[in-house]
């Protein structure tokens, strides 16, 4: 779940431990890669573990055994995020280590995917350390005849099976983004929006329930900015809504968010009540210097919608300290933005400035002390508001969705409907339920207990 933190919001890397129906081999007898192995490692959002997803299928149909450490495999793919220069910095760490290992002769080949491989800086990667394929966000599906398959034609987005685990499933909706905000890198390497068709959408979907998932994210840079033959996203959201017991999406543009949405949001039961909806800053100036086409007390409305719809709901923001240009002033509207929304969680992030974007030009540069001391100042606001918040959930009982079953400890990690991830004690199985009182609760997270019935 949300936590507030400087860093990306990073899915925990998924390595399929379920035998995928093909046979965790994969592929026929034949298969080019039978007998070798492949590691995936991702970094950065969901839409890249999501695409991480998809070159697993092909590894998978090429007969690769995955495995999850560098030194057993064969092949190693990097799929890299490249919304902060320390992303970067992480990844070259990596790109050494294997240098390392490929010169012991444990790993034979590496490849270089994602944002990273999308960006002008991958060509110095490349050379620099020695990389096998380096491949963008729109070509992801070459891999398939690195790794010796026939060359796949590529549609705009997968038909995949949900595969974080049978009962939770991320569904692409759209990508790439029209924006062009600032700092952002994101429509260089992901390129303009493309929406895909509703039918296909909810088709895919249906297909998913059908085989045992309960849980679908609609996943897209600006979701809501979703449009089909007339249809926008809140027509999407309830028709999927019909169909998936339990429903969320991310992420969001202020600017797209329509009221009806937010209704819909509160309305709807099988909709968590539970809104990402990206701030960035509480100055119209910056706003304004950002390009993100609103005003802070647009957003401020948006959210006193949310909050009357759903007023159990959990709401999270993305926001920036220290874009240049960025002043005191404009750093006090931030905090009180931060006070007056009471979000319940926030990826705080200190600016970083990618070549290529506007910003990285721009004058103004905030010295790193006074970054890091507003970074502090919005941490502090947005945990306190968290805590609070948290603490009115205590005694509550709730239905909690099981998304991870119980670790040794006997800790299984859940979700209400209101949003709020929950450290449950339980043995029940991931995709189920579980009616538990709310015992205490911290600013990230709340705990509970098994109701004994
Ligand atoms: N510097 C800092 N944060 C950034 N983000 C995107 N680009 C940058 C950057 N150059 C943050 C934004 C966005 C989130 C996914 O990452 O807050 O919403
Ligand atoms: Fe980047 Fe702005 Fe598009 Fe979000 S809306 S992906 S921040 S350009």
């Given at each position: 779940?949300?936590?507030?933190?400087?860093?990306?919001?990073?899915?925990?890397i998924q390595l399929s431990r379920k035998p995928s129906e093909r046979g965790s081999t994969g592929g026929s007898p034949d298969a080019p890669g039978r007998g070798k192995t492949a590691c995936i490692r991702t970094f950065g959002c969901q839409m890249n573990v999501h695409d991480s997803d998809r070159m697993r299928r092909m590894i998978q149909d090429a007969g690769y055994a995955e495995v999850q450490h560098y030194e057993d495999a064969d092949l190693v793919i990097l799929n890299t995020c490249y919304v902060r220069e320390n992303a970067v910095d992480r990844v070259r760490g990596h790109l050494g280590e294997l240098n390392r290992l490929r010169s012991e002769g444990r790993v034979k080949k590496v490849a270089l995917t994602g944002c990273i491989g999308?960006?002008?800086?991958?060509?110095?990667?490349?050379?620099?350390?020695?990389?096998d394929l380096v491949l963008g966000t729109h070509n992801t599906y070459e891999l398939a005849e690195f790794v010796g398959l026939p060359t796949m034609r590529e549609t705009y987005t997968p038909e995949l099976p949900g595969t974080e685990g049978e009962h939770s499933a991320f569904v692409t909706i759209m990508t790439g983004c029209n924006y062009q905000c600032s700092y952002c890198i994101v429509p260089t390497v992901r390129g303009r929006m493309i929406c895909r068709p509703m039918g296909s959408v909810v088709e895919e979907i249906e297909n998913l329930v059908a085989g045992g998932t309960r849980y679908v994210t609609l996943l897209g840079q600006t979701v809501d900015a979703w449009r089909y033959e007339g249809k926008r996203f809140c027509d999407l959201l309830e028709a999927v809504s019909e169909v998936a017991p339990r429903v969320w999406f991310t992420t969001s543009h202020p600017?797209?968010?329509?009221?009806?949405?937010?209704?819909?949001?509160g309305e709807r039961d099988t909709i968590v009540k539970r809104l990402h909806l990206p701030v960035q800053s509480g100055s119209d100036r910056m706003l304004k210097v950002m390009h993100r086409g609103y005003k802070a007390e647009r957003y401020r409305r948006k959210i006193s919608v949310f909050r009357e719809a759903a007023p159990e709901g959990s709401l999270s923001t993305d926001i920036i300290v220290g874009h240049p240009g960025e002043t005191e002033v404009d750093h006090q509207q931030t905090l009180r933005l931060v006070e007056d929304c009471e979000f319940d969680s926030a990826y705080i992030f200190k600016f970083s400035p990618r070549r290529g974007t506007e910003a990285a030009d721009l004058p103004g540069v905030v010295p790193e002390a006074i970054v890091q001391r507003r970074f502090l100042e919005v941490l502090r606001g947005i945990e306190q508001n968290a805590f609070r918040r948290n603490q009115r959930k205590v005694g509550n009982t709730e239905e909690i969705f099981i998304r991870h079953g119980a670790t040794e400890d006997g800790k299984a990690i859940g979700e209400t409907w209101s949003g709020h991830a929950v450290h449950v004690d339980t043995g029940a199985a991931p995709g189920t339920y579980v009616k538990s009182t709310i015992e205490s609760a911290g600013p990230h997270v709340l705990y509970a207990r098994e109701r004994a019935s």
């Open positions: 779940m949300n936590s507030t933190t400087n860093e990306a919001p990073t899915a925990p999308a960006a002008e800086e991958s060509q110095s990667l490349q050379k620099t350390y020695n990389i600017s797209n968010m329509e009221d009806r949405t937010l209704r819909a949001i």
